[in-house]
T-cell receptor
Framework: GAGVSQTPSNKVTEKGKYVELRCDPI?????LYWYRQSLGQGPEFLIY????????DSGLPNDRFFAVRPEGSVSTLKIQRTERGDSAVYLC??????????????FGPGTRLTVL | SQELEQSPQSLIVQEGKNLTINCTSS?????LYWYKQKYGEGLIFLMM?????EEKSHEKITAKLDEKKQQSSLHITASQPSHAGIYLC?????????????FGKGTLLTVNP
């Protein structure tokens, strides 16, 4: 089966612009996660969805960042008024629940965002 | 907040050699994950450890979690060029709910043929 897919693979934008990054999780995975990875660093948690709702958005850096998952499958990460410091690779992951436990997270290839 | 320190930061080995990567946590680990990442690609799940003293192996890679659950090691036996990449350890920092991972900075492994 297909893994997690993310589009676009690369996005170059200008400071102040709005961007949307899309994540298509593995079919049947109810849990979806967004992470951000800066150069030389490990991924940093942004937000976790269980179904359609954001169960934990404590990692979103500020109110310019917002994510949705309206039908419990595809998710979109939205960044308003982009800043140069937003440049990073944005990773999406998904997993399913086995009993009471969430399984390991399967990651997509990421979207490399560059803000000029 | 939980912090993970990985050592070494980078490692160059000759093909066929064994190597070990370490991951040390500032807090007791609920769950410890090992992932591998190649440039331009996502993270590939390797193994997950939860119990103190646990050890898991897959092909030539073995991961261990110490009894105190604050340190993990990843050991590769008879390394191959295909093992090259960045190895990341990640800890469950959601108190056992397993949804929020905190990662170390990674160890860059180069295997020379």
């Amino acid at each position: 089966g297909a893994g997690v897919s993310q589009t676009p693979s690369n996005k170059v934008t200008e400071k102040g612009k709005y961007v949307e990054l899309r994540c298509d999780p593995i079919s049947g995975h109810t849990a979806l996660y967004w992470y951000r990875q800066s150069l030389g660093q490990g991924p940093e948690f942004l937000i976790y969805f269980q179904g359609t709702g954001a169960a934990d958005d404590s990692g979103l850096p500020n109110d310019r960042f917002f994510a949705v998952r309206p039908e419990g499958s595809v998710s979109t990460l939205k960044i308003q008024r982009t800043e140069r410091g937003d440049s990073a690779v944005y990773l999406c992951a998904s997993s399913f629940r086995r009993g009471a436990q969430l399984t390991e997270q399967f990651f997509g290839p990421g979207t490399r965002l560059t803000v000029l | 907040s939980q912090e993970l320190e990985q050592s070494p930061q980078s490692l160059i080995v000759q093909e066929g050699k064994n190597l070990t990567i370490n991951c040390t946590s500032s807090k007791t680990l609920y769950g410890l994950y090992w992932y591998k990442q190649k440039y331009g690609e996502g993270l590939i799940f390797l193994m997950m450890l939860q119990k103190g003293g646990e050890e898991k192996s897959h092909e030539k890679i073995t991961a261990k979690l110490d009894e105190k659950k604050q340190q993990s090691s990843l050991h590769i036996t008879a390394s191959q060029p295909s093992h090259a990449g960045i190895y990341l350890c990640g800890a469950d920092s959601s108190g056992g709910s397993n949804y929020k991972l905190t990662f170390g900075k990674g160890t860059l492994l180069t295997v020379n043929p």
